[in-house]
């Protein structure tokens, strides 16, 4: 077809609160990964949005989630920079457009393909339980590690690859599947409670970690 532009849709939130409890969670996740993407998936009045603090170099895929109530109805499916999300919630402080709403971008984050795969909605069953002192520790282990083992000048790709191997290690000894990278994903996107266990969960090659703050999700390579 040839012509004419796409028009960016709108998604609209009940009040302000909802827009800026967005924010808050991009900025999180864009600390640590500044050149990454926000999937956002509407399911009616419901807004899931994932992004990932851990991906590439053969290591595992790991997503945080948001879910955020809609003022209106969206079938959204778009996977867009952060940076370029971020701009438009800050616009939407201007009064013609009103706090309570965003423009979905229309650039689109080709490299994120994290975003190809779906975690499953249902069908998730509980398996155990993780201390927040444990998540805290091996956030912290993991750090350090992947501080310790890139200095300064270490190449992109390098950086990429140890950072694979560092939140690929077992979370625990009762849960080795479980990419320690889930750890560093709760603290960083602001989920650990101090006050309670993460349940963990599965379904099929997914696991789940569930704090009062949000959800961190995880699957390891399909092919070893």
């Not at 998604?11 to 991009?26: G, N, S």
């Not at 997503?63 to 370029?84: E, F, I, K, M």
């Not at 805290?136 to 690859?161: C, F, L, N, W």
């Not at 349940?199 to 997914?206: I, K, L, M, N, S």
């Amino acid at each position: 077809m040839s012509g004419g532009s796409a028009v960016p849709e709108t998604l609209r939130f009940p009040d302000a609160l909802v827009a800026a409890d967005l924010t808050t969670f991009l900025e999180r996740a864009r600390r640590v990964d500044p050149g990454g993407a926000a999937r956002l998936v509407g399911h009616g009045d419901v807004l899931a949005v994932y992004v990932s603090p851990v991906h590439g170099g053969g290591g595992p895929v790991v997503l945080g989630l948001r879910t955020l109530q809609l003022g209106a109805p969206s079938a959204v499916d778009a996977t867009t920079p952060l940076a370029a999300l971020l701009a438009e919630l800050a616009r939407g402080a201007e009064p013609a457009r009103g706090p309570a709403a965003v423009v979905v971008p229309l650039e689109r984050a080709g490299e994120a393909t994290w975003a190809g795969t779906s975690p499953p909605r249902r069908g998730w069953q509980p398996v155990g339980a993780v201390e927040p002192q444990v998540i805290q520790e091996r956030a912290q282990v993991g750090i350090s590690d992947v501080a310790a083992g890139a200095p300064a000048g270490s190449g992109a790709a390098a950086v990429t690859a140890l950072r694979a191997r560092v939140w690929g290690r077992p979370l625990t000894q009762a849960l080795p599947e479980v990419p320690a990278g889930v750890a560093f994903a709760v603290v960083a996107l602001g989920y650990l409670d101090a006050a309670a266990p993460a349940a963990v969960y599965r379904a099929g090659p997914w696991w789940r970690v569930t704090t009062s703050g949000g959800h961190v999700l995880a699957r390891r390579p399909l092919l070893p």
